[in-house]
């Protein structure tokens, strides 16, 4: 199944199944020699090849190979989801790309060749290497998988292929939309693009491609519904020119700030939900689809309206559902605790900020996503880190349609960015992390809640919605204890239940986004040391789903704000 955009009249192969496998455990992918390989096994994708048996846990370089069957003198394109972590793709033995962040989506145009038989060969390599990888760092805390984790489709293209459309909400009142594209290939001056709904009776409009293919037009559906979490209405645009089309789907709806408030459509909505990472055992970061909608009938049942892709970009699918089923975003790069090394660094900038155009192209279309935030728990108490910070907010500010933009930020008291951003987004752990002598650490929760807020108004910054971005702590799933101690269910229970309490009753919070939705693997090895089972114990289930005390507390928080 493809995620958005569909296509009816373009041939768009998925290309799920086995393909030829090797791996080269501890090798670079610069050290393979492609044209020596011997393809002796077979593996599936998408998949991480760390999560099967026959690598499991290992480091190195994984060689995939698939051949691809095209017409002979046509144009096609390769759609990765995602790649980890840095990958070479290879046709018929030429290089056409490197890609370093492993959770980006990217695509690769083949060149054109009369041979109706292509070799496609995928290098991904999936060792910590700051020099080639500065993306990907040992010391996040998550586990970091390799190889072809999401789908990989062959595109069949006419001379003229749509790309790059964007659909925004230009007027919500009527119902206006601009619709805007390219026309790649040749002689695309002037050429036609009709767009016409395909639920609403409304008349089609067409756009004129410029010289260099650009297109842009708006078109007026007057009876359409907004969308929002309670009312997730989707509209589906069907583009098509000459031998080409896509179907586009968007919804129409509106997010601002108005004070320390968010509003959706004009309403004000408070964020209830998880910071969720993309897990589940055995499957590692690909996880199947059907979890994918367990997941978002999780946190709909216990009272959520929103959820955190932590740390990285979400997989399509994810996204189509939660523009489907109505859960609001929060989409962020990939990014984990950056310093001086990495912020200065110009191989780790340039990355970055392929990966914040990669993230922006590919989700922007998805109603459901309302913040963009980048950088998670980064130096940004340091001035080193204005360049990439005020960079980062400037491009999601300007190219990410009708978004909010924020980052997590782990330095509340020295931040230096807060102003720069939409909404404040502040981590922070109190009642768990730094509290060794406390005779009640949960009695310190509410009031550095508070404290925080008073700091923020004194610093002028109450003038902007704040939300807690994270905040949890461990529950160890079957561990009982009726001291009610540090990692128990029973301590997380009452830890969580007084968040969340809070976090509905004060006015001055934006929301909550709990840390975290369910366990997830992490550091393996001597960095496991504060991580028992080398997992983030703090999801409220744990990485079956299963629920732990503190979904209670959490459910009956939320659902009890709803009503
Ligand atoms: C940070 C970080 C999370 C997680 C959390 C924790 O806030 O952003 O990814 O590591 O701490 O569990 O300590």
């Given at each position: ?29 610069l ?40 017409a ?11 790649v980890?972590?840095t ?151 069907h ?6 089309d ?38 590692g ?24 892709g ?14 489907e ?62 360049p ?18 924020s ?7 020295k ?97 909550v ?46 659902i009890?704000?709803?009503?």
């Amino acid at each position: 199944m493809k995620p958005f955009p569909h296509y009816s009249k373009r041939q768009v192969d998925e290309l799920d199944g086995l393909w030829d496998f090797a791996f080269f455990e501890g090798e670079s992918l610069l050290d393979v020699e492609v044209a020596n390989i011997c393809f002796k096994k077979r593996t599936p994708v998408p998949a991480a090849f760390d999560t099967l048996p026959d690598q499991r846990a290992k480091r190195g370089t994984a060689a995939y190979r698939r051949i691809l069957q095209i017409a002979p003198n046509s144009r096609s394109l390769l759609e990765f989801g995602a790649v980890s972590f840095t990958c070479r793709i290879l046709i018929d033995g030429v290089c056409l790309k490197e890609h370093f962040c492993g959770y980006s989506p990217f695509e690769v145009e083949l060149p054109v060749s009369d041979k109706r038989e292509r070799e496609l060969i995928v290098l991904a390599d999936n060792r910590f290497d700051f020099e080639r990888t500065p993306m990907h760092e040992a010391f996040f805390d998550f586990y970091q998988f390799g190889g072809i984790i999401r789908q990989v489709f062959l595109h069949h293209l006419p001379g003229n292929a749509i790309m790059d459309v964007h659909v925004d909400v230009q007027d919500l009142g009527n119902r206006l939309v601009k619709v805007a594209g390219r026309l790649d290939g040749q002689g695309v001056q002037d050429k036609e693009i009709t767009i016409t709904s395909l639920d609403i009776n409304a008349e089609s409009a067409t756009a004129i491609a410029d010289e260099s293919g650009c297109f842009e037009t708006t078109l007026s559906l007057g009876d359409a519904e907004l969308w929002s979490p309670d009312s997730p209405a989707l509209y589906c645009l069907h583009l098509c020119c000459g031998e080409d089309d896509m179907i586009v789907r968007f919804g129409f709806r509106e997010v601002k700030t108005e004070g320390c408030k968010l509003l959706l459509n004009g309403e004000p909505v408070r964020l209830l939900g998880y910071n969720r990472h993309e897990y589940f055992p055995n499957y590692g970061p690909s996880t199947p689809y059907s979890q994918m909608v367990a997941d978002i009938q999780i946190l709909k049942d216990t009272g959520c309206n929103f959820v955190r892709g932590s740390h990285y970009p979400q997989d399509q699918h994810f996204l189509d559902l939660c523009d489907e089923l109505g859960m609001l975003v929060w989409e962020e790069a990939l990014g984990w605790g950056q310093r001086e090394k990495q912020l200065t660094d110009k191989r780790f900038q340039e990355h970055h900020r392929v990966s914040l155009e990669e993230m922006v192209a590919r989700s922007y279309n998805h109603p459901s996503i309302i913040i963009w935030g980048f950088l998670n728990e980064a130096s940004s108490d340091e001035e080193f880190a204005r360049p990439i910070f005020e960079e980062s907010i400037s491009y999601l500010r300007s190219a990410g349609g009708n978004r909010l933009v924020s980052y997590a930020s782990m330095f509340p008291d020295k931040d230096l960015y807060f102003g720069l951003c939409d909404v404040v987004s502040i981590n922070m752990y109190p009642g768990w992390y730094g509290c060794e002598d406390h005779p009640d650490p949960l009695s310190l929760i509410v009031p550095h809640i508070r404290a925080q807020i008073e700091k923020l108004a004194a610093a002028g910054l109450d003038d902007r919605p704040f939300l807690i971005s994270e905040i949890g702590c461990e529950g160890l799933r079957g561990w009982h204890d009726e001291q009610r101690d540090f990692h128990s269910e029973e301590y997380q229970h009452d830890y969580l239940k007084l968040v969340c309490e809070e976090a509905v009753a004060n006015q001055n919070l934006l929301g909550v986004c709990l840390w975290h939705f369910s366990d997830a693997k992490t550091y393996a090895g001597g960095r496991a040391l504060m991580r028992p089972r080398a997992f983030n114990n703090k999801g409220t289930f744990d990485e079956y789903r299963r629920p732990k005390l503190g979904r209670d507390a959490v459910r009956s928080a939320f659902i009890k704000s709803q009503s």
